[in-house]
């Protein structure tokens, strides 16, 4: 994300002169309509998944939200698109906060986790395409009528950090988590087996675990063939994934009903277009793991996954099936496989540093903001102190 920001930035000092960028803010007129100017913008834009009209057409679907559309217009021509749909919060039982939320909802429904998030934009001017966007909805503090306070921006790289701070609001990082990931092509240009772009330490426990597993029958991963079986593997890997997270006192993924329909959806219009793909991994006849991926542009994003631990603490099931589906990537020509945000030991031991992704939020000059500020600044400053 970090290159393709530097080659953004480069694209736009080395176009022709054109006119200036406006941006407004602008009401959905129908899904099919925001469809076509989504996907040809798409087509000109140097996009993650994330903002693929896969992944938004499949939360407008599945959300029934109509948000407002902030469309970046270069000489008539579309350039920039982002959705801001408002919350209500209640805070602190004191403080009624107005939200906009980027591309999500602010709510229960955000569990399905948007990351490489922003706005769509034009390569040739994606950076002056940020920019506009973002002064057009800190200028505007209106939407729909009503006064906003905040605009959350979730899930996106930290390299965008300080275009944020630079537009003069006051901006707070709310959240924050390192990501890694994998370069194939620099491992294939490297004309080594992954296996030695590891440390000698993963490459001895990989070895060893593939071992013990051999003795069950041939390792094999294997990608659902249609979606009927891909939704069977999802729903296999949820129950992997309920018993480990159950154990730890934590609800996990499975238990938001709008997580698993999300999924099942984004599952039945991606498999067949190869956009998504669920792996089960087995020794033998025996599932050790199952991962469920998006493919897009020659990227392999890691999501999910549902592993079979055992008492055996030689047995990495994790480590051996994102093993198996890096080589399998790899063959099949696959530029980089992305493990995303999160600091689990086994994407820093398979892969090697990416970009952060971050959470912020920018306010608007409200004295209940600062208020709320004034509290947050007591509770962990000096209530945290006496608590030690």
């Not at 000489?75 to 999500?104: A, C, I, M, S, W």
């Not at 944020?164 to 491992?187: H, K, N």
Request: aromatic share 10%; proline share 4%.
């Amino acid at each position: 994300m970090k290159e393709r920001l530097q080659a953004s930035a480069e694209d736009e000092r080395t176009a022709p002169a054109q006119g200036p960028i406006t941006a407004t803010i602008e009401e959905m007129r129908s899904v099919a309509e925001l469809e076509d100017a989504w996907r040809d913008l798409e087509s000109r834009a140097d996009t993650p998944f994330f903002l693929s009209w896969h992944w938004i057409g499949c939360w407008l679907e599945c959300t029934g939200l109509r948000p407002a559309v902030l469309i970046a217009r270069r000489d008539g021509d579309v350039v920039g698109l982002g959705l801001l749909h408002p919350r209500t919060e209640r805070r602190h039982k004191v403080f009624r906060v107005r939200t906009l939320h980027l591309n999500q909802t602010g709510a229960d429904e955000d569990v399905i986790t948007i990351e490489f998030n922003g706005f769509l934009a034009d390569r040739g001017c994606a950076a002056s395409v940020r920019k506009a966007c973002l002064e057009c909805v800190l200028r505007h503090d209106r939407l729909g009528g009503a006064r906003w306070d905040e605009l959350a921006l979730r899930g996106i790289v930290g390299e965008l950090q300080p275009e944020l701070e630079a537009t003069g609001f006051r901006c707070r990082l709310t959240a924050y988590a390192p990501s890694a990931y994998v370069d194939l092509d620099a491992v294939r240009a490297s004309g080594k087996p992954f296996l030695q772009h590891v440390s000698s330490n993963t490459r001895r426990q990989i070895r060893k675990s593939v071992s013990l597993y051999e003795v069950r029958g041939p390792l094999r991963a294997e990608a659902a063939r249609d979606v009927a079986e891909a939704l069977a593997f999802f729903e296999q890997a949820g129950i992997l994934h309920q018993k480990r997270w159950v154990a730890k006192g934590k609800p996990g993924a499975f238990s938001y009903p709008f997580f698993l329909s999300f999924h099942r959806a984004l599952i039945e219009r991606c498999l067949p277009e190869g956009a998504v793909e669920l792996v089960r991994v087995t020794a033998g006849d025996e599932p050790i793991g199952y991962l469920y991926n998006f493919v897009y542009r020659g990227r392999v994003y890691y999501y999910f996954s549902g592993l079979r631990f055992e008492s055996d603490n030689r047995l990495k099931p994790g480590l051996v099936s994102h093993y198996l589906a890096i080589q399998r990537h790899l063959n099949a020509g696959a530029q980089v496989y992305d493990f995303m945000a999160g600091d689990n030991r086994y994407k820093t031991s398979l892969g090697k540093p990416g970009p952060d992704m971050i959470a912020m939020v920018i306010a608007q000059p409200r004295w209940k903001l600062r208020a709320e500020d004034g509290l947050r600044f007591v509770k962990n400053t000096v209530l945290d102190r006496f608590q030690r």
